[in-house]
């Protein structure tokens, strides 16, 4: 699997467009039949997807890891962001429809991805962390997420959380993720942004159309930069980013976070005045 080398906040703030998408935006993934994969040294995040169109795809373990099976010292948060899906954790099958997400816990061996109809595939986007200890594998559909109302119109920002996996939801030793939806019309999110020194966090943007991009901002306050962000691409966000973008559309994004705490509302937030 590709690995990625974090740089650190001053390199970023010398770096040009491409090196900024070289080093922060994962463009491969979501390619049909296969499972794709990036390895973080930022917090050891694993961002990847399992897209089962013509056949059924199992994940292996990688070189990189050095262990037996994928999830032998690892969790492992999946949402469905296509059709209708299966995922089978030794010997037991949930399906999971659009939006839906699984919670594979630390010692699960086999794990299979299939589609209902591989004419519609699902869309198996995947985030993983080491995992200290085991939790039970476990299913949400979207009435099971804690959903949280923000923003408004005037803003431009009106938009909905749905988490998932958190301390009052699926529980898991250091993985909180869920996604957010922009309300029709608004195009942010996350504005004001946040810092989080306690978590890197990795979006993934998705349910926009081909010629629509959602232009991501990164960087410390006083250094921000963008990266135009095309469907289901994904972005490593480090603890010393925030994390927010425009869309020249609506959108969903999944969101995923790992680190020293669990909890969401541990943020540093950042006022208009900081931007530069
Ligand atoms: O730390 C939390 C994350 O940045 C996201 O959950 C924020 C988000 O989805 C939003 O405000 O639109
Ligand atoms: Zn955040």
Known sequence: ME????????RFSRMTNQEIRDNFLVETLFKPNTIEMVYSDVDRAI????????????LSTADELRAEFFCKRRELGVLNVGG?????????????KKLECLYIGRGSREITFSSQNGSEPACF?????????????KHAKIEDALQVHL???????????YKYIHPD???SCQLVMGFTEIAKGSVWNTMPPHLHPRRMEAYMYFDMSEENRVFHFMGKPDEMRHIAAADKQAIISPSWSI???????????????????QDFNDMDHSGIEDFK
């Open 243 to 261: 994390h927010s973008g425009a869309g020249t559309s609506g959108y969903r994004f999944c969101w995923g976070m790992g680190g020293e705490n």
């Open 169 to 171: 939801g699926i529980e």
């Open 47 to 58: 961002l990847g997807s399992a897209v089962p169109a013509e056949k059924s795809l199992t």
């Open 84 to 96: 209708e899906g299966a995922i089978d954790v030794d010997g037991q099958s949930f399906d999971l």
């Open 3 to 10: 690995v990625r080398y974090s740089p650190d906040p001053v």
């Open 125 to 137: 986007y995947l985030l993983s962390y080491p995992a200290h200890k085991e939790y039970p594998v």
């Open 151 to 161: 923003g408004s119109k005037d803003t431009c920002n009106e938009r909905t959380i």
